[in-house]
């Protein structure tokens, strides 16, 4: 049994069945779009009574080559994470002949934070709100200390798996940092969520822990915000830039405004002490944005003065 630091979670080397026989795996409903695929709510039934435990799926979109590997990476990636701040990784399907997989998870019954926040917004408190992002800085810590960069840490893969956990999600995006490096380059961005990117990675495609950190600190605007719709990132951002921009590309005019030190508002009900961290974490320079062990501490002594 192996412990990780932070994540106090325990690895046992256990023979969990991880091969899924797509004959027994019941479609229910869908779940949602991540990047690569979409998720459906199945239920792995091998004995037909409908006893078998209901389980998360995503299917890979298209069985383009590209795609088959990265996705097979994103497998690959969430086999070895074992926290309880991470989405658990159950096992894979393959169907028509090994051609195509699906990659089965834990299923989490409250959906991701986005919808949960809005709907729930009237009996979270900012102490829960506070212990959910302690819990992705956890989550984010245990993903560093494997040297991985998540690069799509938002609140809609952020997965509620009770009134007091939520889970890391969605690896799609997840690259490892090579050990001579300090932050990982990307050839090829694809349709990029840069209105959650810090400035580097907008302007070089250049991602690393401190650029996670950028995108934890827009976590926490969408959280404080309760994910309300009116105050999403992408749409303060476009208010400010003007949906009328023409020729030059978004992340021209975003990369200006970042450099100007425009910054996302404090959202309307946020304690005030929440703002200032949001603000830690969008330092232009990423050498001054502070590491996920810093923020997690700062967010534990907040949540022991709410106590009080
Ligand atoms: N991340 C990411 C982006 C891709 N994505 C992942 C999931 C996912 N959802 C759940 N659970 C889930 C989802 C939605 C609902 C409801 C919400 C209200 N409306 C109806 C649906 C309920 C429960 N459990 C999961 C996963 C992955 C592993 N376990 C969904 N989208």
């Known amino acids: 049994v192996t412990q990780s630091p932070v ?76 926290c309880d701040y991470i989405v658990k990784y159950k096992g894979v399907c393959y169907s028509m002949g090994r051609l195509s997989m699906s990659l089965v998870m834990e299923y989490l019954p409250y959906g991701s934070l986005i ?39 938002a609140a809609r893969n952020i997965l509620v798996a009770s ?31 840069i209105f959650w990117y810090a400035p580097e990675s907008i302007t070089e495609s250049r991602f690393s822990q401190k650029s996670d950190v950028w995108s934890f600190g827009v976590v926490l605007h969408e959280i404080f915000s309760y994910c309300d719709i009116k105050y999403n990132p992408k749409r303060l951002y476009m208010q400010e830039i003007g949906h009328n921009v023409l020729g030059t590309s978004i992340s021209v005019h975003l990369a200006n405004l970042l450099k ?9 009900n946020c304690p005030p002490k929440v703002y200032p961290l949001m603000r830690q974490c969008w330092a232009h320079d990423f050498d001054e944005r502070p590491y996920f062990s810093d923020l997690g501490n700062q967010i534990e002594t907040m949540i022991q003065d709410e106590r009080e």
């Open 163 to 193: 009134e007091t956990l939520v889970k890391i999600a969605d690896f799609g995006l997840t690259k490892v940092i090579p050990h001579n490096k300090d932050y990982y380059r990307v050839t090829q961005p694809g349709e990029s969520p």
């Open 7 to 82: 994540c106090r979670s325990y690895s046992h080397p256990q023979h969990d069945q991880t091969l899924f026989e797509e004959r027994y795996l019941r479609y229910i409903s869908p779940l949602g779009k991540g990047n690569f695929g979409s998720v459906e709510l199945c239920r792995y039934d091998p004995l037909g009574d409908n006893t078998g435990e209901l389980v998360a799926v995503k299917k890979l979109q298209s069985n383009k080559q590209s795609n088959l590997e990265d996705f097979q990476k994103e497998v690959n990636t969430l086999h070895v994470l074992h």
């Open 115 to 153: 919808g949960y926040l809005e709907k729930n917004k009237d009996n979270i408190n900012t102490r829960r709100m506070l212990l959910f992002a302690s819990q992705i800085c956890k989550g984010m810590e245990y993903l560093q200390s494997l040297r991985y960069v998540h690069r799509d840490l």
């Open 260 to 268: 100007g030190n425009w910054r996302l508002p404090q959202p309307s």
